[in-house]
């Protein structure tokens, strides 16, 4: 399997340079092709802008997916931003490695994600979820998180990591064709004995050779909707198998 990994931790110490060497030294053992982006050490900016493009289809008034049409259209895409998207294209699975920043990803990591998944490339005239650019490809997150998991369970004051995760699985992950694998959550690698830091990077390990066939989220299919992206009349909600993608008040 080609396996792109995307990392977004300042420090090669830290428990996700850890994660990402664990990974890849298990997945090259293995026999398995292997590309790192880490983002830091390339100095990867992640401003999305006009110097995203070497080609320009309105230089009076700036709009960015207008703008990533005509770059996909014309190779107009400059030579940091291509070789990401080339990397991601050639990948039969991606990781997303990064710690928890605000419940969300790391500006530089959403930044590659905003730079690099342009229109026209990465999604466009309704190319989205099954019938999305990715389709076939896997995907997984693997984050770390400060809190510890009882904080991010249903009761917990944060609520299910599911949900804090939806805008990354569904937003990015599902809306671009890729099949979500569940995500690899560490909690509270700094406030843990070293004897189970060891053991989630055994843990992963196990799972990034078995990304091929672990268990993935469930994703819209695009035939349960109408035009409007309704879902149509009969069909029941297929993705709420956790429950996080149904409001609080609305949950059994
Ligand atoms: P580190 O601190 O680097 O590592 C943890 C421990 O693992 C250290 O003791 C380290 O020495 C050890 N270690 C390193 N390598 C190995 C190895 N090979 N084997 C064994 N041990 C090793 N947390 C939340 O829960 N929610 C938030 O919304 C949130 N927002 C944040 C926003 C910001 C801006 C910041 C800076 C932090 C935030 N955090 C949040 C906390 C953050 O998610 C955690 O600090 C982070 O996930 C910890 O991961 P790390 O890789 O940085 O750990």
Redo the contacts with the bound molecule.
């Keep these: 399997m080609r396996v792109f990994i995307v990392h977004a931790?300042h420090?090669a110490?830290?428990?996700?340079?850890?994660?990402t060497?664990?990974a890849q030294r298990a997945l090259l053992a293995a026999g398995h092709e292997v590309l790192v982006s880490d983002l830091y050490a390339m100095g990867f900016d992640p401003v999305s802008d006009r110097r995203n493009f070497t080609t320009v289809r309105d230089p009076l008034l700036l709009r960015q997916q207008t703008e990533e049409s005509y770059a996909s259209e014309h190779n107009g895409f400059v030579p940091e931003l291509q070789a990401e998207m080339d990397k991601l294209f050639w990948a039969e699975a991606l990781i997303l490695q990064f710690?928890?920043?605000?419940?969300?990803l790391?500006a530089i990591l959403k930044g590659w994600v905003d730079r690099v998944f342009a229109v026209g490339r990465a999604y466009g005239g309704r190319r989205w979820f099954d019938r999305g650019v990715f389709a076939g490809r896997r995907a997984m997150c693997s984050?770390?998180?400060?809190?510890l998991a009882p904080?991010?369970s249903y009761s917990g004051i944060?609520g299910p990591m599911s949900a804090i995760l939806f805008p990354i699985n569904h937003g990015i992950l599902a809306f671009t064709g890729f099949t979500v694998v569940e995500p690899f959550v560490?909690h509270g690698?700094?406030r843990i004995t070293?004897a189970q830091?060891?053991e989630y990077?055994e843990l992963y390990r196990y799972r990034v050779l078995g990304l091929a066939s672990a268990n993935v989220l469930p994703g819209p299919n695009t035939a349960d909707y109408d035009e409007s992206l309704v879902r149509k009349a009969g069909i029941s909600p297929a993705d709420d198998q956790d429950g996080s993608r149904v409001p609080a008040a609305r949950r059994p």
């Design positions: 931790h420090e110490k830290s428990f996700n340079g850890a994660m060497q664990t710690p928890l920043w605000w419940f969300g790391p984050v770390t998180v400060g809190g904080m991010y944060n560490v690698p700094g070293p830091r060891s990077l």
